[in-house]
């Protein structure tokens, strides 16, 4: 493993470690809050992706590990530990998260801007969609049995076309129109794709799908 990997690694765990701190202690008396500045915040992420060298490191080392953590932390663990964050929302909504980051990791190693839009529009997008459509959520429609509201939707258009613009802002392929075109029609898809998908597997269907989406209209 080369040296970068080495601090790649050290840098993920520590700034997970962290954000798992503020969710499960300071903010353990707001579950919901808790679970959504956690899913929310882990998406940065996607600035520390350029200091990895090697696929293996980013996939297996810095993002494959959270598969069991995240499950060991969920309410379907044999260990029972009690954590805020898996309790509000679906159980096994952080399992899905971890997964994504892994596939997206290992599929578009050599295109961390695919990544970036993979978990830019599930983090922010899906959380603020999420948050947002709970706590001020009054237009309600319903689409397979999913009940979502229109605050929460337009949030999440919102939030992933805002996250996606930084992000390829900062991996430096945001320039001409066709890339603007591109932005706004994968925020839509990615809207569409989390409103008609049930419950926690939007962690795996928006990340993936959203960088299938860009992949195909970037190239």
Known sequence: MMKSDVLGVILVYAYVAILLLISEKILKKYPLLSR?????????????????????AMAFIAAAPFILITFLLSPYSPLKIPSTASMAGHGLGLVYYSISWTLLAFLFFQRPEIIAVGIGAMSYGDGFASLIGKKIGKRKYII?????????????????????FISLLYYQVLG??????TLVVVSLGATAVEGITPKGLDNLSVSLLSALMYYALAG
Do not use: Q
Request: aromatic share 14%; no cysteine; hydrophobic share 55%.
């Open 144 to 164: 397979g049995g999913n009940t979502k509201s229109i605050e929460g939707s337009l949030s999440m258009f919102f939030a992933t076309l805002i996250i996606l």
């Open 176 to 181: 001409d129109f066709h890339s603007i075109v």
């Open 36 to 56: 959504k500045f956690l899913h929310i915040m882990v998406g940065n992420i996607i600035f520390l992706l350029p200091i990895f060298e090697t696929r293996w």
